[in-house]
């Protein structure tokens, strides 16, 4: 029987390292999937992701029973990226173009594009990286939260910190900045 984020947390506050290595093992993926989303590469994907299991250890103590563990260190991953784009400049463009965001939300779906397609899709890869890039980090956390990750609003608000209402203001900033910079685009295709 597999044991619930609580029951680990539980035992990891006891003492017990292979607890806090079955929650590291169990969110691991879904925490570099965010991270990834939200640095645009894989390094520092990577080193979010290992500072935010390192946050978390050191304060496990501090996570009551208000919240799910999950919900927790899905705040702590996205206050990591938060911090880590804020502190230098976003590197979405050096992603290498075969990442995750570009097969997931990019491509276009059909059998066998044209080769005009493709010239269409790569124009709005570069345009939706470099409108992710003129996003808050705290916009970019929200989009990404809620769009690519499939969080209410409510747990958007609670993943960053915020009321459900600047969640849901923070993805509608983003939602409209990135539609008004890929409206051009979209107004070329017709």
């Given at each position: ?35 990834y989303r939200m640095t645009g590469n894989q390094e520092d994907a990577e080193d979010v992701v290992q500072d935010s ?12 029973g208000r919240g799910s563990f999950g919900t927790w260190l899905y705040r702590i991953a996205a206050n990591c ?110």
């Amino acid at each position: 029987m597999e044991l619930t984020d609580e029951a680990l947390v539980a035992k990891a506050r006891a003492g017990e390292a292979d607890a806090f290595r079955a929650l590291v093992e169990r969110h691991s993926h879904r925490l570099f999937r965010l991270a990834y989303r939200m640095t645009g590469n894989q390094e520092d994907a990577e080193d979010v992701v290992q500072d935010s299991f390192l946050r978390a250890f050191r304060r496990l103590d501090q996570l009551d029973g208000r919240g799910s563990f999950g919900t927790w260190l899905y705040r702590i991953a996205a206050n990591c990226s938060v911090d880590l784009l804020s502190a230098r400049k976003p590197r979405f463009e050096g992603s290498s173009g075969d990442g995750e965001i570009d097969d997931a939300v990019l491509s276009l779906p059909a059998r066998g594009p044209s080769p005009e397609r493709f010239a269409v899709s790569s124009q709005i890869r570069d345009r939706l990286k470099e409108a992710m890039n003129e996003l808050s980090p705290a916009e970019r956390a929200a989009f990404v939260l809620r769009h690519f990750e499939g969080m209410r609003i409510e747990e958007v608000g609670r993943a960053l910190g915020c009321c459900g209402n600047a969640a849901k203001h923070s993805v509608f900033r983003a939602v409209h900045k990135l539609r008004r910079a890929l409206e051009p685009l979209a107004n070329s295709a017709r």
